[in-house]
């Protein structure tokens, strides 16, 4: 039986495995290597924040999300792929509240991402 996500350890094994699964997607993969150019820990490092403070409450994390993706080339099929592989990783790795409030906060991510995306580019992604 999977655990549910219950410390940073657990934030820490998720976000390295995830992760290690976008280097390794054809889609989505090469959009986060130009942006982090083989630099990935201080990535890795953020992240590990960032999903800490959602699905913790500890205030680990500060800064703006959204300002990281302006920019990129991504449409909709990138974030249903990103959300496939968070998902996934999820599915694998745990199992319980917290995990389904981490599937529910990405999703939500992707929804306002592609929205505030398409605003600014002035189409409907």
């Known amino acids: 039986?999977?655990?549910d996500i219950e410390n940073r350890d657990d934030i820490v094994l998720?976000?390295?495995t995830f992760y290690q699964r976008v280097r390794?997607?054809?889609l989505i993969g090469p959009v986060f290597e130009q942006r982090i150019q083989g630099n990935w820990e201080p990535h890795l490092a953020?992240?590990?924040?960032?999903w800490y403070t959602l699905l913790f409450g500890k205030e680990?994390?500060?800064g703006n999300p959204f300002a990281k993706h302006i920019g990129l080339p991504v449409d909709s099929a990138h974030f249903e792929r990103w959300l496939s592989l968070f998902h996934?990783?999820?599915?694998e790795l745990?199992?319980?509240a917290r995990k389904d409030m981490a599937k529910k906060k990405a999703d939500s991510i992707a929804q306002v991402f592609q929205s505030k995306l398409a605003f600014l580019?002035?189409?409907k992604r």
């Open 24 to 26: 390794e997607d054809e």
């Open 88 to 91: 996934a990783t999820l599915d």
């Open 46 to 50: 953020t992240m590990h924040d960032f």
């Open 121 to 123: 580019s002035g189409s």
């Open 60 to 62: 680990a994390y500060r």
């Open 94 to 96: 745990f199992d319980g």
């Open 14 to 16: 998720l976000v390295n």
């Open 1 to 3: 039986m999977k655990n």
